[in-house]
């Protein structure tokens, strides 16, 4: 799959643009991690049939986004392949350059959305200035407000055949039923684990980042599927670091705590052995390591205690390193699953409640 990844444009001389950004992906065939919603799209277009209306959902930085942008260029394109943009044509070029007559982007958070979505209805009906289609994109569709949804139901009742909105959330259920109903709904995942690794090593040789591979694994545990969070980590240590990069440079330049203290706190919790968790998480403090990641990735692995306790892991690999994953189910017959319980959730109070000045990722 990587093999059709773009190579990121030349940016010689130009000011830095981050790395999400520049690898952002073209064609359906570049995107990581979602083949399910790529390969179904991508075949509509071929076949000249997409929806009217498309509702993305998952979590951020998965792909939701750039997966509309693309389908605004292939449903668009005056030369399109097999479903994909060719991203030459005048048409793709405007849109790559962000000059798309035909696209509209609405923010839902940051109005509510009830002017763009009375604005949309206005307009709605005429016709595309350039290509077939005009796409609506309403990013963090969750935050409209009442009167936006109700005004966007009357569009969505009666789409002109010329128009083709996405609704974008990371809360699905946050959108009313009578508007999911008229939507072809697509759940973007959290991008596996391995492939966020691959993308991060493919993406820092390209950009010619000497860092060492262990690096990639320990960005990608952090990133949780994100690949635009994995995207920007990497581009926070090119930021901080020059010449080759290995994990203690990672580690400083990130405040990220380092595995092994991770994997202390689990094996003195699974021991009951109090004074040892705090002696391991005091001293990654001293040490620089940000307090709310550790937090989250204590988390991470006792969630996946949980899942090794009650054999519902199937998928563990997609989120943790394998070696990971069998370090963990050594120690999983020791705990109850009642215990896992109330540790994780006490612990996601703690992460809610403990604000971090360094790195604030989610
Ligand atoms: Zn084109």
Known sequence: MFDQQSPPTNTTGEPHRALYLRWRPKRFGDVVGQEHVTRTLRNAVKLGRPSHAYLFTGPRGTGKTSVARILYRAVNCQ?????????????????????????????AASTGGIADIRDL?????????????RVYIVD??????????????????????HALFVLATTEAHKVPPTIVSRCQRFDFRRIPFAETREQL???????????EPAVFERLALV???????????????????VGSIDMAVARAALSLPSIEAVRGAIDGMTRRDPSTVMAVISDAAEGGADLRLFAE??????????LLRTGADARLSDELPVAEVAWLRERAPAWSVRALIQLVQTLWRVRATHSSSRCRLR
């Open 79 to 107: 030369n399109a392949q097999e479903g994909d943009p060719d991203n030459t044509c005048a048409l793709c070029r405007a849109a790559l350059e962000g000059r798309a007559l035909d696209l509209i982007e609405i923010d």
């Open 223 to 241: 990133a949780r599927g994100g690949l635009r969070d994995a995207l920007s980590l990497l581009d926070q240590l090119s930021a901080f670091a």
């Open 297 to 306: 990735e204590l988390v991470v692995h006792l969630r996946a205690l949980l």
């Open 121 to 133: 209805r206005e307009k709605v009906a005429y016709r595309p200035n350039e290509g077939r289609y």
């Open 201 to 211: 090593a493919r993406v820092a040789e390209s950009e010619g980042m000497q860092i």
């Open 140 to 161: 963090e569709a969750h935050e409209m407000s009442n009167a936006a949804w109700d005004a966007l139901l009357k569009t969505l009742e009666e789409p002109p055949p």
